[in-house]
């Protein structure tokens, strides 16, 4: 199917993938944010308002005090000074302000190119969806931020989870319909992507199994509960591993059995990652998919050494966020890896 016309192919490709890549900056200043205990420092939304920060000491004052009305200032920062307060205000005004900045990147250019003719009825369909997609992104956002103004101030972490997936939704959707329009393999290419397809698809299940899990880690903020390794506390099964009625609650809501199952799902993937990797290699040699192959294993060692040194350095913010950054990234190169074999069947 031709979703753009040939003269917008290239401009609308490359407007997708700068989407792609805000998206992904987004995730690191979300999850920098929420590293830096930003997040429920602005105690309000104003989805038009909100755009125009603090200009004075007396504004700052103003905001400030609204803060100190929420159980986070009265539980753990009554001896936050103003300077303080302004931080970590800055680092989520900047995050909100982030996601104005890309619905902006996204809306001019589509309108533009909605008005050139060069995007076909189920192209424009396909915008529409991505742009409803940030505005929803933006809705949940607040409702997780909700989730902890209140007696207990920590957000949900079933509400950053799901945060955190519908971003990686809109980044899969973009980097997809990006190499939708981006033209085909090679037709003596496309019989060897093929045969990546199923195992590509259980390998994009295993990794966003893996994503949805860190989400729960770091919405329980489980990272901190056992910095050893391999063992948890001297304990292959740390204790307390079912100590929340009913067991199931457990996977969803404890920290020990949520990292427990963090830590060591990651190495299912790697074995999963590794045998894949060992079974397509020799046949894309010379082939486009080279590259790609080569960067799964490569992202692999890197994420699994961040997890590792995250977990024993009990959660450094520069390696915490760096540990997201790289399973976006290993996610993206299995979005085309899976595309392309999709596209070759």
């Not at 005090?65 to 936050?80: G, I, T």
């Not at 390794?229 to 949520?258: C, E, H, K, Q």
């Amino acid at each position: 199917m031709e979703y753009v016309a040939e003269p917008g192919r290239r401009a609308v490709t490359r407007w997708l993938y700068l989407v792609a890549f805000l998206i992904l900056v987004m995730l690191t200043v979300g999850g920098l944010t929420r590293l830096t205990g930003s997040g429920l420092s602005m105690v309000d939304w104003r989805p038009l308002m909100g755009s125009i920060p603090p200009l004075s000491e007396a504004d700052w004052q103003k905001v400030f005090d609204d803060y100190k009305q929420y159980p986070e200032y009265k539980l753990h920062n009554q001896d936050m000074d103003l300077s303080g307060f302004k931080f970590i205000f800055m680092m989520e005004y900047g995050h909100r302000m982030l996601g104005r900045f890309i619905g902006l990147v996204f809306f001019f250019p589509f309108a533009f190119f909605w008005s050139k003719g060069w995007l076909s009825p189920p192209m424009i369909r396909r915008c529409l969806l991505l742009f409803g997609l940030g505005g929803l992104q933006g809705v949940i956002g607040w409702y997780m931020v909700k989730s902890g103004l209140v007696d207990v101030p920590r957000v949900s972490q079933y509400r950053l989870t799901l945060h955190l997936v519908m971003a990686v939704l809109t980044f899969t959707l973009a980097v997809w319909y990006a190499l939708d329009i981006s033209g085909p393999l090679p037709s003596g290419e496309r019989k060897i992507a093929a045969a990546m397809r199923k195992g590509a698809g259980w390998l994009m299940i295993l990794v966003g199994a893996q994503i949805i899990s860190g989400g729960f880690v770091a919405g329980l903020k489980a990272g901190y509960a056992f910095n050893t390794f391999p063992l948890m506390n001297d304990r292959l099964i740390p204790s307390g591993f079912f100590s929340i009625d009913p067991w199931y609650f457990n996977f969803f809501n404890n920290p020990a059995t949520v990292q427990f199952i963090h830590r060591w799902f990651a190495m299912v993937v790697t074995v999963a990652v590794l045998v894949f990797v060992m079974q397509h290699f020799r046949n894309v040699a010379t082939t486009r998919l080279k590259p790609l192959i080569i960067a799964l294993p490569a992202l692999l060692v890197v994420q699994v050494t961040l997890g590792i040194s995250t977990l024993l350095l009990a959660v450094p913010v520069s390696l915490a966020s760096a540990h997201q950054v790289v399973a976006v990234l290993l996610w993206g190169v299995l979005i085309a890896l899976r595309h392309r074999a999709v596209t070759s069947g």
